[in-house]
């Protein structure tokens, strides 16, 4: 069984950083690509960056030049390093997991709540 688990959740101030991780345990198989979602109260859950098993990554506009994706492999885990946070970043995080090629396949994790205050 496939879980993800994530960290680095909490409470950050504006202009701060915030550092998430999520670490994929149990039988999965890659290549995969890895990605970070996010969920604010009364909106729908939208993409924040993703990064393939090749490393080529995608950001939401409203990330770009402020939050960094990356992978380890070897560890099976992703972070994703949040500069210059803003109150509009308030969010739940969510880990995402996807099978690439002929794995076709779709995790996710439990989310891990952002807050940051102004």
């Known amino acids: 069984q496939v879980q993800l688990a994530e960290s680095g959740g909490g409470l950050g101030q504006a202009g701060g950083s915030l550092r998430l991780s999520c670490t994929v345990s149990g039988r999965i198989f890659s290549p995969y690509a890895m990605g970070w979602y996010r969920q604010a109260p009364g909106k729908q859950r939208e993409l924040v960056a993703s990064?393939?098993?090749?490393?080529?990554?995608n950001y939401a506009d409203s990330v770009k030049g402020r939050f960094t994706i990356s992978r380890d492999n070897p560890k099976n885990t992703m972070y994703l390093q949040m500069n210059a946070l803003k109150p509009e970043d308030t969010a739940v995080y969510y880990c995402?997991?996807?099978?690439?090629?002929?794995?076709?396949?779709?995790?996710w994790g439990q989310g891990t709540q952002v807050t940051v205050s102004s």
């Open positions: 990064i393939s098993s090749g490393g080529a990554t």
């Open positions: 995402n997991v996807q099978g690439e090629l002929t794995f076709h396949y779709n995790y």
